[in-house]
């Protein structure tokens, strides 16, 4: 399975080479805190029935939402791999935009780019959706039968309304790599490795500091009571987690070349203007840029706390919702 579905079943005492790889997972993961691994269903929703509010709070609506997206050059959506309500509203959206495009790219985190030829094969109708998964390893990428259930409908939603769709993200092997011996470690510049994956090109001061914070969180709920990060292995797990990041922003900056983009993946690299995000600005700083974070909620009243300025709109998935489905479709 490409990514763990609990957090807390990642993190461990050491600060090893296990728990960067760990950690890096869950963070690219944005999994609920209430994650259990149970199989994937997929759901039902209605998109008149979300909780759609700007950054600042001030409700809007769905259709104000896709209005002001659809001209934006690039969208960048954060979900939580493991709602399947968010995954439901993203289809929606990723139809609607590259609808609205008239074409258009998704880009994603769920493939790396060493799987594009396979994309590229399901693209063209030369392998069908249940050979792509299995080729990709990708059937249980969220939780068991979850690539079928949340990630192939987000595929067909870009392919059936006329986009391509790019396997965004950097193959493990790297992040490995980095994780357990640096950026001194990967290829060299002129290896034909190197266009598999990217190293980021702004620093990240704040998301530095975030990713400590969110390790010592992390750790302090695994049972360690005063939990240390230092530096040196801060900056490590830093290093392996920006290989992801500038990696998805370099391959959706190349894509918006001949098209719109819409970006999806895990909250952590797209809220508050994420790694991800702010790479792909360094790259392309005259497009116009829009985040949607997806937030996995029972209420319909925005948390000024939390959620202010996490996105250009946030997306409360669960608010309001009346409950079409509550087994899988067929």
Not at 225 to 239: I, Q, Y
Request: with cysteine; charged share 25%; proline share 4%.
């Amino acid at each position: 399975m490409k990514m763990k579905l609990s957090l807390m079943k990642m993190i461990r005492n050491s600060m090893g080479f296990t728990l960067f790889l760990a950690c890096s997972l869950a963070l690219s993961a944005c999994v609920s805190p209430t994650a259990v691994e149970k199989p994937a269903v997929r759901v039902v929703v209605r998109q008149d029935n979300a909780c759609v509010f700007l950054s600042d709070g001030t409700p809007t609506t769905w259709g104000a939402m896709v209005d002001a997206l659809m001209h934006c050059d690039a969208v960048f959506i954060g979900e939580t791999h493991d709602d399947a309500y968010g995954h439901a509203l993203e289809a929606q959206l990723v139809g609607e935009l590259i609808t609205a495009w008239h074409g258009g790219a998704l880009s994603i985190e769920m493939l790396e780019r060493d799987e594009q030829k396979l994309t590229d094969q399901w693209l063209a109708g030369e392998i069908d959706s249940r050979q792509f998964a299995e080729q990709t390893k990708s059937e249980s990428w969220a939780g068991k039968n979850s690539w079928v259930e949340w990630y192939q409908p987000v595929l067909d939603a870009a392919k059936l309304n006329g986009g391509v769709v790019i396997a965004a993200n950097a193959p493990r092997k790297y992040v490995r790599m980095v994780s357990k011996e640096g950026m001194n470690s990967l290829p060299p510049v002129n290896s034909e490795e190197r266009a598999l994956f990217d190293t980021p090109s702004v620093q990240h001061l704040e998301y530095r500091e975030d990713l400590r914070a969110v390790i010592v969180e992390m750790r302090q709920e695994d049972g360690q009571p005063t939990p240390v990060v230092s530096d040196e292995d801060l900056d490590r797990f830093l290093a392996s987690q920006l290989i992801w990041d500038a990696t998805m922003a370099r391959s959706a900056a190349n894509a918006r070349e001949k098209f719109h983009v819409v970006h999806m993946a895990g909250c952590f690299h797209i809220d508050r203007s994420g790694a991800t995000v702010a790479e792909f600005r360094a790259l392309r700083p005259s497009d116009t840029v829009a985040t949607v974070s997806l937030v996995a909620s029972d209420s319909c009243e925005f948390d000024i706390h939390k959620d202010k300025s996490r996105a250009t709109f946030v997306v409360y998935t669960k608010s309001g919702h009346q409950y079409d489905s509550a087994s899988p479709s067929n």
